[in-house]
Each structure stands twice: as C-alpha cells, then as structure tokens.
C-alpha cells in the first residue's frame, strides 16, 4: 500500500560558514514545530493554522483557522452545549469504528499520533505526513491513520489547507467495519459570528442551496460556511465577512458527498451517511479534502475554480528518500 500521510513544512535557516556557500532566500510556505506537541503552519512568516497532537487531547486537530484578516474562522467546543468539548476546530472522528464510537471522546477512546515521517517547505506549498493511531477503550488498536497535509497560498491573504488520509486496519488480519452514520470523517466547527445561529452566518452549498434545511443530507461538491470577524482589536474594532469552503474530491467514495451540516457552527461529508464501508489491508480507504480560507461572501463561480483546480492536483505518498540525512520525502505523485 502507498503510504499516505499529513504533511506540514519544516522551515530550515542553513548558516553560511564560508565554505558551504551563502543561504538562499526562505521558502514562502513552512512547517515549523513547536514545544508542547505543535507544530505551526506558515505562509510567508504568517501562522494560518496549527497542528496540536498532545497526549492531553481525545485526538489531534488543527487550531486555529486564520482567515485573511488573521482572525481564526473556527473555535473550540459548542457555543452554547458544554458536552460538546470533543469539537475542536477541524478534525478526524468516526461514530462506528467496529461498533465503537470515536466520535464523542468516549473515556480511554484515543487518537494518538504515533510518529512523523516527512515535512517540505517551498514557495508554493508546505507539506507534513503523521502517522495517527486510533486505540480503543481497552487499548487496542483499531486503525492506523496516515494523514498528509499541504498549506497552499492564493491570493490577497487567501489560502488552502489540503488533506489527504489513508484508514487501515491495525491487525493484517482483520477487516474493519466503519458503520452507517452522519458522523465522520473530516469535521469542522466554525467560529460562533460564523454560524447561523449564534452569529448570523450563512451555509451555502455548491448547488445553490442555503441554510441547514436545505443542505443537510443533500449531495454537494462543496459546503461553505461565511459569517463575520474581527479585523482588529479595541473597543470600537471593526469586521469583515470571510469564510471557510470545504471541498469533496472526485476520487473519494460516493462522490459528491452527503453533507451533515448545522445552523448551531459545524459541517461534516459524511461518506457514510446512507451506509458502512468495510476496510481491509488489500482495501483501505483513502479520502481527500481542501479547506479554503476566503475574503467575503461566497463567490460560486471562484470556488468552482478552486474545485476545479483541487480535482486536477495529483494526491501525495511518502517514499523512502535518497537524500542526506532525511529518512522519508512526502511528494505529489506526478514528482516521483
């Protein structure tokens, strides 16, 4: 099986020490990795979002989602329902895993990111593989998740993060059943001033639908959620409209998606939503996801672009490297 992984750039500042020649300039697109199990992800020294595995947290996820203006487009938790704390901005859940729930941060229900394999830091995109583990309440291994993850710029502060993961079950032996439900795989919980709710926001769908009634359990290429935020600081700060546009991709199952999606701040493609799909080793599953960072109100047209664009891109593997001092190269599968 290719490996598949989550893949976030590494900045590296080489010194100039005469004889091996003077530095070029910094790549625009890094990974940077941080104390506390983080690692930050950079365009042009800017964080726009940061990856977080520690061992405190029912699983990994990315926080926060800065938009254009620098304010974060998703939050932490529900807005309103503190049994919701399992919601943390974007992240990888499932409701029936063998019958069990890695959804809700069941007590000793974990993910755990087992090792990192490869990071690339460029101008136009920086990439990360992670090998996640998803482990049961008795400490048993379900699942190996290798997820892949790529910062890519656009334009006038616009940006994408691109996802790419690959389920398999732990044991070679044995089969996986992911069951029927809404829940699962890709989730994200936007900021309250985003959500329709509390703040006002819009759901948008690539077929021109709108608000949760109308999108929920449809098919769709594309879900967008926009609302306003904060572009500065201070009692009288002012606002401006961005948002979040959450792609499907072509090659993944039952494409377009059904989307679970709520008024209260969250949206989900629910690859299971009308049934199960069984895994094995000689049948994992791969899925892939853009989620783009725009100005504004949703412009259909420019999102089918971006639609566009994204189905065309080649999908990532990890390959054992040839270069000095690096173990594994995460690339696109045209670079091989």
Known sequence: MKTILAVFALGFLVVSNGWAGEPGPLPRCQIVPLANQEVSLQIDGVERTRWHFGDRYAGPFFFPFNGPSGSSLT???HPGAPNHDHHRSIWFAHHQVNGQDFWSAQPGVRLRQKEWFASYDSDEEARLAVRVLWIDQHGKVQLDQEVVAA???GTKGEWSLELQTTFVPREKASAITLGKTNFGFLAVRVAKS???HFGGGTLTSSTGAVHERAIFGQPAAWIDYSGRVSTSTGRD???AIEGITYFDHPTNPRFP?????REDGWLGASVCFDEGIELSHEQPLTLRYLLHAHRGRIDSGKAHTVANAF????GFEVVKSKEKH???????TSEE
Do not use: L, N, T
């Open 311 to 314: 189905a065309k891109r080649p």
């Open 237 to 239: 700060r002012s606002s």
């Open 75 to 77: 939050r932490m938790g």
């Open 194 to 196: 985003i959500s329709e």
């Open 151 to 153: 910062i890519i710029p």
């Open 326 to 332: 690096q173990h594994f190269e995460v690339v696109r």
């Open 257 to 261: 998606s059904k989307w679970h999606v």
